[in-house]
């Protein structure tokens, strides 16, 4: 049997080559690797010597060589392959094992070639520094392409496996080998999705698109989960291969396992906790809703009112802290429903085993700042639907006051604290805002009034004096008049109604002022 061994990631590398010596296989080797394997004192051939072709454009062209991917791609069986390799005095190659120059790095010592040199096939072009790896991927693919006959190696941890298969019967099973070329073509399949996004990067920016023509996701499963949506779905957390999010740095310190919903609340409710800051606040999430959230002096205050907004809805919700919990907040949070999960930058001393104490089974995890995607994907039959990520592009100070009232100060922070909560509410969604607290939250109705009229119910005259906050328009002055009914101040929309004129009177009647900001946020 014969080996060509060239890689960049060199973990096991040297106990892999003595470990294939020791057993008759014939190791070939270039660039790094071989200088590697060689300085153990394991014999390796070098490649120039099996292909009797040296290395040219500054190792760009190393192993895209007949002798190399003739003796990767000939089928065993057919007979006239075999008398191709004969004629052209070609030796067959039954494994190879071989990582790729991870795309967009800024190291300067590659594989496929000599070290601090280009290596092999790596491009240099309009996407500056970035290198494109030619040969490491077409030898990966020719031995993947032909796994019913080769064993290929893209990742360290699949050496131990591999070598005990071949102590045990000379080779590797077909299951074994199939399992391995899946992997070397996910590989490269997430190496060809790399290069494409930088492309994107560097074209997208000199135009005025925001969406590529194409886009290649190349997912790797990042975390089972206890289960999905239901307990009868299976469940996990993808990220984009070869990258780490903000959930990989996620530690979880008590609980039960994470289940789908678990991650989707605690996201949306970490996010939005994030992006309160930098005072203390809490955000409590409850099926991809806010049921309570607040800013306060202290976090204690947050947490209490917070959940003072709407102590049923939760009832085993997820509980999102800004900044450190107290023992001061825990002592609110052992009177308060029990959560099903508690997220949070840390835990004071003793704070942990208490909550532990009130509920072994809380989730309780440790998180670091929140990072969003750039783009927003949604399933849909037989594809996905994809947008920017949103963001609120206009500030309070770019809001226009369309009423004869004008806010005072307080009641516009009331304001852009109850349409920063709009946006992380389902839409229909009309949110009631006083003194910094979420009193009322009407989310996900088919129309806009019968939101007003849940978000009133649960402020129950607490909103008096605050601010009202819808995500789309009032289409009638009707959304208007309950506001008015649950007692606030200011009321915040987009506007953009054909009937403005008719909703401006109606908030000039009433007294109240009201802000247009000239975007909606609907969330579905």
């Known amino acids: 049997m014969r080996a060509l061994l060239s890689v960049y990631d060199k973990s096991g590398i040297v106990d892999l080559a003595r470990s294939l010596h020791d057993l008759g296989i014939e190791l070939i080797s270039s660039g790094g690797t071989a200088q590697v394997i060689s300085a153990a ?23 895209l060589h007949p002798r190399i991917h ?7 069986e ?31 010592e590659f594989e496929h070639g000599a070290p601090r040199q280009v290596p092999e096939g790596l491009l240099t072009g309009s996407i500056g520094e970035d290198l494109i790896d030619i040969g490491g991927p077409t030898l990966v693919r020719a031995a993947a392409k032909n796994h019913r006959f080769v064993t290929v190696l893209v990742d360290p941890g699949d050496y131990p496996e591999v070598l005990a298969e071949l102590v045990q019967s000379g080779n590797t099973t077909s299951r074994t080998r199939q399992r391995l070329a899946r992997k070397a073509f996910a590989l490269t399949a997430t190496y060809d999705a790399a290069i494409v996004a930088s492309f994107d990067e560097e074209l ?28 009868h779905q299976q469940g996990a957390r993808y990220r984009v291969a070869g990258t780490s999010t903000w959930w990989d ?39 991809g809703n806010p049921c309570g959230v607040a800013v306060a002096e202290s976090l204690l205050t947050a947490y209490s009112n917070a959940f003072a907004c709407d102590p049923r809805s939760a009832f085993g919700g997820i509980v999102a802290c800004n900044q450190t919990v107290d023992l001061a907040t825990v002592e609110a949070m052992e009177e308060a429903a029990q959560a099903d999960l508690v997220i949070a930058p840390g835990y ?11 509920r072994k089974n809380t989730r309780i995890l440790v998180a670091d700042t929140a990072e969003t995607s750039p783009f927003h994907l949604r399933p849909l039959s037989g594809g996905f639907l994809v947008q920017e990520a949103y ?22 922070a009331d304001a852009a604290l109850a349409w920063r909560i709009c946006g992380s509410t389902s839409s229909n969604a009309i949110v009631l805002v006083r003194d910094q607290t979420a009193w009322g939250i009407g989310a996900g109705q088919q129309n806009r009034v019968e939101s007003g009229q849940l978000a009133s119910a649960k402020a129950a005259g607490r909103a008096q004096g605050g601010a009202c906050a819808s995500d789309a328009f009032y289409p009638f002055r009707d959304g208007i008049e309950a506001a008015a009914a649950a007692g606030v101040a200011v009321v915040v929309q987009p506007g953009g109604s054909v009937r403005d004129d008719e909703v401006i ?6 007294g109240i002022a009201m802000l247009f900001t000239g975007e909606r946020q609907f969330r579905h």
Request: glycine letters at 6%; charged letters at 20%.
């Open 78 to 108: 057919d007979p006239s392959h075999l008398t191709d390799l004969e004629n052209h005095n070609i030796d067959l190659i039954d494994i190879v094992v071989s990582n790729l120059y991870p795309f967009g790095s800024d190291e300067t």
């Open 204 to 231: 997208l920016g000199r135009t005025n698109e925001v969406l590529p023509p194409t886009l290649h996701l190349a997912l790797e499963r990042a975390q089972d989960l206890r289960y999905g949506e239901n307990p």
């Open 249 to 287: 740095r996620v530690r979880q310190l008590s609980g039960l396992d994470l289940s789908y919903l678990n991650l989707f609340d605690a996201d949306a409710a970490w996010r939005l906790a994030s992006d309160l800051g930098p005072g203390p606040a809490v955000a409590i999430m409850k099926h």
């Open 348 to 358: 004071e001393e003793g704070v942990l085993e208490r909550l532990i104490a009130k």
């Open 391 to 412: 963001n609120l592009a206009k500030a309070p100070n770019d809001w226009t006051v369309v009423t004869e009232r004008q806010p005072t100060h307080t009641e516009l």
């Open 70 to 76: 003739g003796g990767l791609l000939a089928d065993r």
């Open 505 to 510: 009177a109606a908030a000039n009647e009433l």
């Open 41 to 63: 004192g394991i014999p390796v051939s070098d490649v120039a010597s099996f292909t009797g072709f040296p290395p040219m454009l500054s190792h760009r062209v190393v192993t």
